[in-house]
Every structure is written in structure tokens, then in C-alpha cells.
């Protein structure tokens, strides 16, 4: 649910590429976003990809199974888009360039 639809119960264009965002980060992780764990922490699936995104272990976030099967440039780039649709401001600095 989009951070816009939760706090206003307004849907926008922004609500459909947030949703598209975290659809990418649940296909790569193969967790659900609501559902989501972790020991270290108590961030849902969004909050963690940014934190590993930031610390440059974005590749940890990967489902065991597609470990064998994707080109990392490729999972990557899709981690990124996907954490471009869920920020909050449009505005992208120099570290976000694809």
C-alpha cells in the first residue's frame, strides 16, 4: 500500500509505480513485504533493501533459488528501478543513475 493511500486514502499515478516497486523487490526477494523478518532488525522488505542497498550488499536481498539463474548486472538493475518507484521524492541524485 502506498504511503499517500495509507496516511490520505488518496490513489495516484505515484501509487501505482510504489506498488510496481515493491512487486519487483518481493519477485527478487521472494519474501512479501508485510510479512517480512529479520533478526537484525525490524524494517519491513522496503526499509531492508534500502539498508543493505546502502551498505552495497543490495546482491543479499536475492532468493536463494534464483541464485543459479539471473545475471547479477540484471537483478541489480532491478533493485534499483525498484527502490527509485518506492522513494519518496522524484528528485534522483548522481548515485541513482542506471
Known amino acids: 500500500m502506498s504511503p499517500e493511500y495509507a496516511v490520505d486514502g488518496k490513489f495516484s499515478t505515484k501509487s501505482d509505480v510504489f506498488s ?3 512487486l519487483l523487490l518481493e519477485i527478487v526477494s ?3 513485504n508485510r510479512k517480512f523478518s529479520h533478526p537484525d532488525h525490524h524494517q519491513n522488505l522496503l ?3 534500502w539498508l543493505l ?3 552495497g550488499k543490495a546482491m543479499e536481498i536475492t532468493d536463494d533459488c534464483l541464485k543459479q539463474s539471473y545475471d547479477e548486472s540484471q537483478v541489480l538493475r532491478c533493485i534499483h528501478v525498484a527502490l527509485l518507484f518506492v522513494q519518496k521524492l522524484a528528485e534522483i541524485d548522481q548515485r541513482w543513475h542506471l
Do not use: I, Q, R, S
Open 30 to 32: 521472494g519474501a512479501k
Open 53 to 55: 542497498w546502502n551498505e
Open 20 to 22: 510496481l516497486g515493491v
Open 47 to 49: 526499509g531492508h533493501a
